[in-house]
């Protein structure tokens, strides 16, 4: 493989901010999140159509987006690009994205939930480490996490080769130590990816998955169709994080908790799963490097990043 790396942040760096999948909910939201970022000393540049809707759940057409992320890749004062929100929207795009300008111009990359899509593709078209994580109208508009915070700018502006997390109260659904690349993302996009050129190739790789608002019976889908497209697998270990439960769930039929599921799919697979990881649709989260390596002790709940994540 040839990794593509970006250069960290730095204080005074120009940060774009786009908007690649859903609108504003709260357009406020992400004028104080980009306040935020300019009170810690970045100079912060609106994409030209961040603040558009289209279609009710689309920020703006699939051309305004694709030529916002294309912009900001291919803008030289730009230093690193943060998607504002998630929601919906981005695997509409993934076959029209100009790739190269991407590969031609490695920066950081920030996303989350949706944008695990477009993280995927980068990974699996150009190579590029992207991290998945915080987003300014998500994350930093209001009552900022410090553990949030701190993982956060830990990623982007440190080099964490060698710096291993140590996992409170973790769940061991299978021990074991496993390493590999880091891919990480919501469940149900991976999912979505499967037969298409645009999902990673799991061989060699950890997976880092989490969801919010689906009942068991379609996060058990979803495994299943990760299983029997053989990326269970290939992959070489499994993360959980946070998996949030919908709040009004629409079937009657008697659930099984997540647990369990997990642990089904554990047994199945054959390989170390580690969980209860603070990563997802929760306050409290970590932002994680997508593509570099990384090790997990299943056993002692350790997850321990084996190169930088920075050129």
């Given amino acids: 493989m040839n990794i593509l790396k970006p250069i960290c942040l730095h204080e005074g760096d120009t940060i774009g901010i786009i908007s690649p999948a859903s609108p504003q909910r709260d357009p406020a939201r992400l004028e104080r999140g980009i306040a935020y970022f300019e009170s810690k000393g970045y100079t912060v540049k609106l994409a030209n159509n961040a603040l558009k809707s289209n ?5 703006g057409t699939d051309e305004e987006r694709i030529a916002d992320i294309e912009s900001m890749f291919s803008d030289d004062s730009i230093n690193a690009i943060f998607c504002a ?5 981005t695997t509409r795009i993934l076959s029209r994205l100009n790739y190269d300008i991407i590969r031609s111009n490695p920066k950081i990359f920030v996303g989350f939930s ?9 990974f699996s078209k150009t190579e590029l480490i992207t991290f998945s994580g915080a987003m300014p109208s998500v994350d930093f508009a209001d009552d900022i996490d410090p553990f949030t915070e701190e993982s956060f700018f830990s990623v982007l502006t440190q080099d964490i080769a060698d710096k291993t997390l140590h996992i409170d109260s973790h ?3 299978h021990t074991g130590q496993a390493n590999g690349r880091l891919i990480c993302g919501n469940l149900c996009l991976l999912a979505t990816l499967c037969g298409s050129d645009f999902l990673p190739d799991m061989h060699d790789t ?22 029997l497209s053989g ?16 709040s009004n769930p629409i079937t009657t039929v008697p659930h099984r908790s997540y647990e369990e599921i997990f642990l089904d ?3 199945r697979s054959g390989k170390p799963m580690l969980g209860d990881i603070p990563y997802g649709h929760i306050k409290r989260k970590l932002t ?4 570099i390596r990384a090790e997990i002790d299943a056993n002692n709940g350790k997850i321990t990043f084996l190169e930088s994540q920075f050129s």
Avoid: W
């Avoid at 949706?114 to 980068?122: F, H, N, R």
């Avoid at 994680?288 to 593509?291: K, N, S, W």
């Fill in 114 to 122: 949706d944008t695990t899509a477009l993280q995927s593709a980068i």
């Fill in 85 to 89: 929100r998630g929601g919906y929207g």
């Fill in 171 to 173: 769940h061991s659904y």
């Fill in 265 to 267: 799919y554990a047994k």
């Fill in 288 to 291: 994680l490097p997508f593509g």
């Fill in 206 to 227: 950890l997976l880092m998955i989490e969801d919010i608002g689906e009942e068991q019976y379609r996060i058990d889908r979803y495994l299943s169709q990760l299983e």
């Fill in 231 to 246: 990326h269970l697998n290939t992959c070489n270990g499994i993360l959980i994080g946070d998996f949030t439960p919908p």
């Fill in 55 to 59: 279609a009710g759940y689309l920020a």
